[in-house]
């Protein structure tokens, strides 16, 4: 069977890859105010990652599901303008509570895509990606989470999160690695928007490693609702 029929629908064996007709893309509090914690690790590479998810998720038809906190409540802004770029079409679910999971919208639109195996991204690591995806897991689903495109405070408060993710049964994958499982064949369908993904997104990853960019830690100013 080609990638291309598998893509179309979900008649495929579960097996240990994941395939595109699967999964769906998470992508939570990917926002100004969250990223601006983001002390060690460097941003432009966290926010590459999530765009370029974001793009194969779309190009693959892959369905996605996009939330915020605490912008109808006036404390943050919406999602990055490079990421709703990314996905035009995909409506910000936004929230008050910092575990997804606990949102009824959230869960509502995670159970209409129809898909058991979900790929996650939510920035901050320790917080917004592990709660929701500890819940999912306790709930039934299946959880990968994306360890390039997520961050948190500073790497040690990141690498504990990865390890108690992993610990629950979350399976870390990087952006490169999740895109090309999610097709696999130079012959497939898919194969072509995976090209014109992966060169761009190559070039712009090697310029941002050549010079890396990380900020000074500093403490945080409360926002009071409006």
């Known amino acids: ?9 979900t008649s495929r064996l579960a097996r240990g890859t994941w395939d595109a007709s699967e999964c769906a893309l998470l992508l939570i509090d990917y926002q100004v105010n969250v990223l601006d914690l983001v002390f060690e690790q460097d941003r432009r590479v966290v ?3 999530a765009r370029t998810l974001a793009t194969a998720a779309r190009a693959f038809s892959i369905p996605v599901v996009l939330s915020t906190v605490g ?3 006036g404390v943050n802004k919406p999602t990055i303008a490079s990421l709703k770029a990314a996905l035009p079409d995909v409506k910000d679910i936004d929230r ?3 575990n997804a999971w606990e949102d009824r919208a959230f869960v509502a639109a995670v159970k209409a895509t129809g898909r058991k195996r979900l790929v996650i ?7 917004c990606l592990a709660f929701p995806a500890i819940d999912a897991l306790a709930d039934g689903y299946e959880v990968s989470f994306i360890e390039d495109a997520v961050a948190d405070s500073y790497r040690d408060v990141h690498d ?6 992993a610990h629950a049964g979350a399976v870390p994958r990087t952006t490169i690695a999740m895109i090309s499982e999610w097709f696999r064949d130079w012959k497939s369908p898919l194969a072509d928007p995976a090209r014109k993904i992966f060169v761009p997104y190559l070039e712009q990853m090697a310029a941002l490693r050549r010079a890396p960019e990380y900020h000074e830690p500093r403490g945080v100013a409360v926002k009071e609702p409006a």
């Open 160 to 165: 504990t999160a990865v390890l108690r993710l």
């Open 47 to 49: 926010e590459l990652n």
């Open 96 to 98: 008050s509570s910092m």
């Open 121 to 127: 991204g939510g920035i901050v690591t320790s917080v």
């Open 71 to 73: 912008v109808e409540m």
């Open 1 to 9: 069977m080609s990638n291309g029929k598998r893509s179309s629908g």
